[in-house]
């Protein structure tokens, strides 16, 4: 099978999981919405960002690393599994024992037994480690589609069960506790691994030079993701970061459905280009362009839909999230197309470098925070910081990218986002005209409406004149 067959195939696939997924878990968020409050809702959140962290020292780059490496027996990857496994059990314990600790700093109860329960995550998902990467690594990813699916289906209908029946932050709980427990079993019984009790050290070693950086990037890249969850959990409320979550996470859903279908099959099949960085430069150019069909219009449409959307996903006792989600919606498309790049620094070998990238970003994002939080203390100010660094952020790593990766330069990526800032521009226009002309006072008919205005900018865009087809879509590839 060809490089473009592998990658067509692979994305279909990783649509079909993403999309599939998505739909289940928007029905089920819009469920949850209504039947639990919005601390309860940032309590979670914020034990979910903690668990972030002590899941990265589990990970350590493991993942990309066996896909990467093409000199790993069978024993070399019991070896590694086995020390997932020890690794696995004692960073659960400790994040186990840190429950009181981050009780105490946030002075919330509740957070204890969240976080403990929890723990068990971290020891599940240490344990999947290599049968995930395994999947992974031999492309299986229709099987990774069905598992998904599946598991998803069940542990979200035993959360909205429990969430009607008054468990409250703890129906939050059951889906990710459940869907991990069943993904074990699934991801075992097709790549079963056994316990190497030799504890042979060799396999580790070998992948240490590749999964050392990206070990580092993740546990940098954490502060810079999350580190705006932290600061409003301590500074603001858990009511305050529960709105913030939902809008962020709303805003994260269309960027999700695109590069979390694109970038697993991005390393597994461009690292076979890894020698051609100029090959590989020119096809992810192709790919920018793609995504920036999507996402910049996508993004307007999300700013200015923001009151309708909130309203009809999550109820009007969700609406303090609508100004933070139209302010973190305009970061839509620098994000998706940022969140890209790490597949193509792991595919081109050089995770050091996204290491480095990675500390820069975080120095950014760190100082913007500080700043917001400072000067003025609302969750819009912390969306504002956040949009602020990511553009600083985007600038400073594709320069390093094109420049360090590709031996190229930014013009090249510039060119292939002109149309897309276009249609971007002709859609603010439209709905403008539509909000100022014929404004709707009804969430349903509005949303509607706006839905048409969107459609007929778009439809401007591709008839009148004539750049952007479908068949673009299916041959962005093509070389």
Known sequence: MSLKSKLVTGVF???????????VALIVSAVLARLVSPEEFGIVSLASVMIAFFSICTSMGIVPAIIQRNDLTSKNLDSIFTYTIILGAIVALLFFSCSWCISSFYNNVQLIYVCQLLSLNLFLSSINLVPNALMLKNQRFKLIAIRTLVIQIVGCSLAIWAAYTGWGVYALLISPLLSLLLMLVFNLYNYPRAIDWTFDKEPLKRIFSYSAYQFLFEMVNYFSRNLD??????SLNMSALGYYDKSYRLMLMPLQQITSVISPVLQPVLSSLQEQKREMGEKYNKLIAFIGHISFPLAVFLYFSAFELINIVFGNNWNPSVPAFKILALSLPLQMILSTSGSIFQASNTTNLLFFVGIRNTISTVSCLIIAVSFFSSIEAVAWSWVISLTINFIMSYHTMYHKVFES?????????????LSAIIMISLL?????????DNIYLSFAVKCLVAMISMAILLFALMRFKVIDIIKFLRS
């Open 13 to 23: 696939w990783s649509a079909v999981e993403k999309y599939s997924s998505t739909a």
């Open 229 to 234: 969850k932290l600061i409003i959990g301590r």
């Open 409 to 421: 330069n930014l013009k090249s990526m510039v060119f292939h986002l002109r149309m897309p800032l």
């Open 432 to 440: 403008l005209l539509q909000e100022s002309l014929l404004p709707v």
